[in-house]
């Protein structure tokens, strides 16, 4: 049976094409995403060394063989910025990985523990809720002290109890279903049901969820680093901590600062627009 494209109205066509044809914010998106993620993944193939130290050519401009120019010991600081990719997404990534473990473990457990778990699970939660996320992350590294992990361990303090709210209440949810219901009744043991009927109905929402947190624990990783708190050796080269250590320079060299924050502010807005994207999906409209 053929259709007759005559027949579409614009507004058809439209929407047919909206959904074949990305957003020109997702598509760019998309490519900045690449880029970060070869970045990430093999610095090597796209930048030098980011510890060749050379003192006759410190602190200059950009242009010329130092793209982004040099910093006070004559190091590249396009180098340093591509090979600092790696250690900034490996808090954000990896911080996030671990609260959405933690979140769902820590949802699971409310809302199909009972009543009272679910009162002591949540108020737990809003403990946790009510400090701000920076600052949350700020005293369990301060309690724990400065390093990668710790600092990973303490952006998945702050995240974790987002998940653990957004896993609650879809737990809730799904568990009004009737054959949920009827699963629990015939005394099948609740983790069976949360694996073969629950998880499935909360992947989705859950998924949106940790690619908006991304770019959350990515800032929150490099103010830590900012603040010294972030790897405990000074010559790894990270967002934050290259911020940080060019306070000293502006003056002299202000592009020090502009380019790791640069950085910092297009990998938070990529995942964004693609957060963003995922949630219209998961709504069933088209992203704006």
């Known amino acids: 049976m053929s259709t007759d494209i005559t027949a579409a109205t614009p507004e058809t066509l439209a ?8 957003p020109i914010g997702t598509a760019v998106a998309g490519v900045v995403l690449a880029a970060i993620a070869l970045a990430a993944l093999a610095p090597g193939l ?49 911080s996030t990985a671990l609260a959405c473990v933690v ?16 009162q002591v699970a949540m108020r737990a939660a809003d403990i946790f809720l009510s400090f701000p996320a920076i600052l949350m992350a700020l005293l369990v590294v301060a309690i724990l002290g400065p390093g990668t992990g710790n600092v990973t361990i303490a952006v ?37 049901v949360a694996v073969r009927h629950i998880a499935p109905n909360v992947l989705l929402p859950l998924g949106v969820l ?18 010294g708190l972030g790897s405990a050796e000074a010559s790894v080269p990270e967002w934050g901590s290259m911020l940080a250590q060019s306070r000293n320079y502006l003056s002299a060299a202000w592009t020090l600062a502009l380019f790791p924050g640069l950085a910092v502010t297009l990998t938070v807005l990529t995942v964004s627009v693609l957060g963003r994207t995922l949630r219209a999906a998961a709504e069933g409209r088209s992203p704006q």
């Open 15 to 22: 929407r047919t094409t909206s959904r074949r044809i990305p």
């Open 156 to 192: 998945t303090v702050a995240l974790a109890p987002g998940f653990a709210r957004m896993v609650r209440i879809r737990t809730l949810l799904v568990r009004q279903f009737a054959y949920v219901r009827a699963a629990l009744d015939l005394g099948i043991a609740p983790w069976r």
């Open 103 to 118: 979140g769902t473990l820590w949802g699971l457990a409310a809302g199909l523990g009972g009543r009272i778990a679910d």
């Open 46 to 94: 796209i930048a030098g060394s980011p510890d060749a130290i050379d003192p006759a050519v410190a602190l200059r401009p950009p242009g010329g063989a130092h793209l982004f120019g040099t910093d006070w010991l004559g190091r590249d600081v396009y180098a340093r910025v591509v090979h600092g990719t790696r250690a900034s997404l490996l808090v954000g990534i990896g």
């Open 210 to 227: 940790i690619v908006i947190n991304i770019g959350t624990a990515i800032i929150i990783g490099a103010s830590l680093s900012f603040l």
